[in-house]
Nanobody, 122 residues
């Protein structure tokens, strides 16, 4: 079994910063792309940022220049450094992976974390 565990959400004032973490646990051989999505109340889930195993990154236009995604491959962990936070960044942030290959050869097509709430408010 492979699980994604997110942490780092919370309440922050506008203009503030937060760092989210997502660790994949289990007998993992490799993970393809990893990333963050978010879902605000009453809205659809949307892409925030992704990072490939080789380090190539992709960002939603709304977060470019403010958010930075990074990855620690040996730890199977990604991070999302969020700066200059705005009230409309308020959402549940979900960690996502592409294909995950376990040591026993089992392949997961996609995994999602349970989500962590980020609230930006004064």
């Amino acid at each position: 079994q492979v699980h994604l565990v997110e942490s780092g959400g919370g309440l922050v004032q506008p203009g503030g910063s937060l760092t989210l973490s997502c660790a994949a646990s289990g007998s993992i051989f490799s993970i393809d792309d990893m990333g963050w999505y978010r879902q605000a109340p009453g809205k659809q889930r949307e892409l925030v940022a992704t990072i490939a195993a080789g380090g190539h990154t992709n960002y939603a236009d709304s977060v470019k220049g403010r958010f930075t995604i990074s990855r620690d491959n040996p730890k199977n962990t990604i991070y999302l450094q969020m700066n200059s936070l705005k009230p409309n960044d308020t959402a549940v942030y979900y960690c996502n992976t592409g294909a995950v290959l376990e040591l026993n050869g089992f392949r997961h097509l996609e995994l999602w974390g349970q989500g962590t709430l980020v609230t930006v408010s004064s």
